[in-house]
Structures are given as C-alpha cells and as structure tokens.
C-alpha cells in the first residue's frame, strides 16, 4: 500500500505531466491489481488448496500402480519441470538484470514515487532506507507473484497428465484372450479403479475452477491491459519496463496453452471410454461404462471469471483484439 499505492497517487497527482507519464503509472497500477490479487488468493483459498493437492496426490499414486505407465509419468513430470523452469528462469533473470536495477534505483522514480515523505533519497540514511524498503517490496513481489503462476500451471499441466493416464489404461482393456475368454475377465479389478481416479479427477477439476476463475479472469484482464499499454510507450522506454511485458505475455500464453491441453486430454478420455471394448463386458460394468461416459461427456474448461474459456483460440482472439484496438487508437 505504501510503495506502490501512495506512490502511485502521488505520482500521478503531482508529477505525470504527458500521456506518456499516465500511461507508464497505469502499468504500475496493474502491477499492483496483480498483487493484491494473488496475495489475497494465497490467504483465503489456503483450504480449498490443500484438498485439491491431496485429491491431485491420490490420483497420482493410484496412476503409477500399474507398472506399464510410470516411464510415461516420469517422462511427462520432466517436461512439466522443464516448463516450470524455463517460466522461473526467464522472469528471475530479467528481474535480476533488468528489473531490480531500475526498480530499486531510487533516482528513477520508474513512473512511481518512491518512498513518500521521505526525502532527501540523495543522502545517507534516507536512501539507504529506501532502497531497503524497495528491495524488500520487489523480493516479495516476485515470491508472491511466481509462485502462485507457478503452482497454477503446475496443477493444470499434472492434471492434464492424469487424463493422459487414465486414457491409456481404460484403453489396456481391450488386450484379453477372446477366444478364451466372452468377457474381459480384467474389468473385474481394473475398471473400479479407473472410475475412481475419474472421480477424483472431476473433483479436482472442480476445485481448480473453483480456485482459479475470479484470480484469472483478473489476471487475463491486468495483463491485457498492460500489454496494449506497452504499444503506446516510445521504445527507448520499452527496456526498463521489458521484464514486465514478458512476464505478461508468458503467463498469458502458458495459461492459454496448458488449460488448452487439459481439454484435449479430457477429450481423448471421452473417445478412451467410447472405445475401451465395453461390448465384452458384463452389464453391470456396461451400465457403469455408460455412466462414466456421461461425465466424461461434459466438456473440461477453466473459464476466466466463469465467461471466456482459456484456451488457444482465446490466446489468439484476444492478441488480434488487442492489436486491433491499438491499431485503431494510435495511428
């Protein structure tokens, strides 16, 4: 609230000038949106979280049971680091070369005042005290900010895994002996199986639109916002603020990206169950086929603000919107 909420008024009140100035204080207001968004989504959906990741840890042990897929599961959980890594990587290396510099210089006000009521910050020990307080304000912005996009595309891309999974293994039930056997006599032990992990999973996919929809729809709106007000900065200001545009577009991108794998993974397991060979079984496990394939049915999508679905045409919708608008105001 003091560094970035009075900053910014003050700054606004009493130095911007030129559209220019508004325009890099309104990214900085984002910026701030962002924040008290995930600071405040960290503390009251604390809860719902940990029986999410306790529903997401069952399915998991139950997933590598069968030894036949767990060099598929390490495959997949290793690019799924990969992913986390190079999200981690690209934002604390801009953040340490370019960001902090400029963030906690305290003669570049980077469209904010820094530390009001304090001056001097040309002299000992005001400045040493502001910069303190501005490195300890970045620090945690940083903690708070990437670990909540981290842990979200976690989940998502686990959850996706999951599906993968269980595709595969309802699939498996088609591999029987017929001419030794009229009905697959594997459904017995498997199929109750498979239908439980279903149920877990719709369950988590349940907590997770839960957690995430008004947070993203926040998010998509902030960043939306911050990347259309890049295209109207002169591009010798572009550097200081760079870190913030990439960091944007790559959240923006990887949500698209991965809720959009998550759709095709559910649709896969549709077509799994359609053709898992349920004609050899028995009619109760038909019936419990039929119902499976039911849920299965409905489409698996995280909405933002429970309206715009996040997915790779939404991706592409709203980069074609914004270039549009952009395109219109400025030139």
């Known amino acids: 609230m003091y560094i970035y909420g009075v900053g910014n008024v003050v700054y606004q009140v009493e130095y911007a000038q030129t559209a220019g100035d508004f325009i890099k204080s309104y990214v900085n207001v984002t910026l701030f949106v962002l924040i008290a968004n995930n600071s405040y989504w960290f503390i009251m959906k604390r809860p719902l979280l940990k029986s999410t990741l306790d529903g997401i840890k069952r399915s998991d042990d139950l997933a590598i049971v069968n030894e036949l897929f767990r060099g598929k599961h390490e495959r997949t959980?290793?690019?799924?680091?990969?992913?986390?890594?190079?999200?981690?990587?690209?934002?604390?290396?801009?953040?340490?070369?370019?960001?902090?510099?400029?963030?906690?210089?305290?003669?570049?006000?980077?469209?904010?005042?820094?530390?009001?009521?304090?001056?001097?910050?040309?002299?000992?020990?005001?400045?040493?005290?502001?910069?303190?307080?501005?490195?300890?304000?970045?620090?945690?912005?940083?903690?708070?900010?990437?670990?909540?996009?981290?842990?979200?595309?976690?989940?998502?891309?686990?959850?996706?895994?999951?599906?993968?999974?269980?595709?595969?293994?309802?699939?498996?039930?088609?591999?029987?002996?017929?001419?030794?056997?009229?009905?697959?006599?594997?459904?017995?032990?498997?199929?109750?199986?498979?239908?439980?992990?279903h149920s877990i999973i719709l369950s988590v996919i349940d907590n997770l639109k839960a957690l995430y929809s008004v947070p993203i729809g926040v998010n998509f709106g902030t960043n939306a916002i911050c990347i259309s007000l890049f295209f109207y900065l002169p591009l010798q200001e572009w550097l200081q603020f760079m870190p913030i545009l990439v960091y944007c577009f790559l959240v923006f991108f990887l949500y698209c990206f991965l809720c959009q794998r998550l759709s095709n993974a559910a649709e896969v397991f549709e077509l799994a169950v359609y053709a898992c060979g349920w004609e050899n079984f028995t009619f109760n496990q038909r019936r419990a086929v039929y119902v499976m394939l039911r849920q299965a049915q409905k489409p698996v999508e995280i909405l933002a603000a429970d309206i715009i679905p996040v997915n790779i045409s939404t991706f592409a919708t709203t980069l074609q919107a914004m270039f549009k608008f952009v395109t219109v105001v400025k030139f």
């Open 77 to 197: 959980v290793r690019k799924i680091k990969r992913i986390l890594f190079i999200f981690y990587g690209f934002n604390l290396g801009n953040a340490t070369f370019v960001y902090l510099p400029n963030r906690v210089d305290v003669l570049n006000n980077y469209a904010m005042t820094p530390c009001v009521g304090m001056g001097p910050l040309t002299s000992s020990p005001n400045r040493e005290i502001c910069m303190t307080l501005l490195f300890s304000q970045e620090l945690t912005i940083m903690t708070v900010v990437l670990n909540y996009q981290a842990l979200l595309l976690l989940l998502i891309a686990h959850t996706a895994l999951l599906y993968e999974m269980l595709s595969e293994e309802i699939m498996t039930l088609n591999n029987f002996n017929r001419n030794e056997f009229f009905n697959n006599p594997a459904t017995k032990e498997v199929l109750p199986r498979i239908i439980h992990r």
